[in-house]
């Protein structure tokens, strides 16, 4: 039996969802076709075509969901508690578990693009020569010093304007969707034109991040924020029409999926072909923000304690599933099952364990 109360559960539920989300799409990436040669375990047993169009399609929207909620609750904090209590409390929960995966966590889980190839050298050779070269990285804790800088940009907007913190009830215009579609659209083209679309880069051993996505994660983080000074989602607030971006989640997803695979377009030049799919990313990235709020809002805006206990938890399965997965999913290339079975059992164990030692832990923590 679920309760319902004022309080707004949608996006803690959205939350958690994706982070589980999350964990489901990483493991997939260990049994596509045409994975990364980078990724961390690859099982090539028997690579799934399917698995890699799961991957492309979940890869669009689970971050900037993940961003656009950020920005929701980031700008509701700094209203409520200030500069000084805002920047203590993100210490605590967001800086400190950045630092602490980035330089402990990140560099064991690097080491697994190694290990799980059977190369010969020893951790401690990686990690004071090849992790801090050509290796660096912060595996998933790279999401936390991009909240870290967007905090601190949202701040200095806020300095500049402080009627930004200033809630104001009203609804978006369709010159506010436009804008983010705009933006994402146009910089992941001319972006993607001087690189790979997934290239990852960092930035001084400090931001690690893809060049292509950034323009496009600050717009939906500050769509995020501007969504809470509007008040959008509470009772009476604005929320996003479930047939209208439910149609528009679908078709943008699909064709997406259809140019991403060269199924359509294919007699189109390179240029075009990076603005198609940069149109095509920038529709489906809106679409799924908004259809999956809205959805969340209509439909999941209650508790139970189930609920309680996958959102108490969600941050913490988040800072924990990439060694654990990527330890479970190396452990199951030794085991000669059905592909299919293999990935659910990984997904299974790795959330469970995951959950559990959230639960027993870290939940206290983070």
Known sequence: ???????????????????????VFHAAMCYMAFAPEWWYVVDDADPQFSATVFVCWADIFIMPVMFFVSGYFGLMSLSKHGVKNFWRGKFVRIILPWLIGSIFVAPPVTYMILASRHAQIPFWEFYTTLF?????????????????????????????????LTRVQSSPTVKFFAVIFVVSAV???????????DTWKFFGYVLVLQPVRIPTYI??????????????????????????????????GGLYILQR???????????????LNAICQAAFTVASVFFMTGFFRRKLNFTSPLLENLSATSYA??????????????????????????????????????????????????
């Open 187 to 197: 910089t992941v083209a001319l972006i993607s034109a001087h690189m790979p679309p």
């Open 261 to 275: 695979f060269g199924f359509v377009f294919a007699q189109f030049g390179d240029v075009e072909k990076v603005w």
């Open 1 to 23: 039996m679920h309760v319902k109360s004022t309080r707004l559960y949608a996006l803690d539920n959205l939350k958690w969802f994706v982070i589980w989300l999350m964990v």
């Open 132 to 164: 801090w070269g050509v290796f660096y990285q912060q595996a998933q804790y790279w999401y936390l010093g991009a909240l870290t800088a967007l905090y601190a940009l949202l701040m200095w907007v806020c300095d500049l304007f402080p009627k930004f």
């Open 219 to 252: 717009a939906i983080f500050f769509a995020g924020a501007k969504a809470w000074r509007q008040g959008w989602f509470v009772e009476g607030g604005y929320v996003p029409k479930l047939w209208n971006w439910g149609i528009a989640f679908v078709l943008s």
């Open 317 to 366: 399965v988040y800072w924990l599933h990439m060694p654990i997965l990527f330890f479970v999913a190396w452990a199951f290339t030794f085991v000669t099952v059905c592909v299919w079975l293999k990935y659910f059992a990984v997904c299974a164990l790795a959330l469970t364990l995951c959950f559990v030692l959230a639960r027993a832990v870290f939940v206290t923590f983070l």
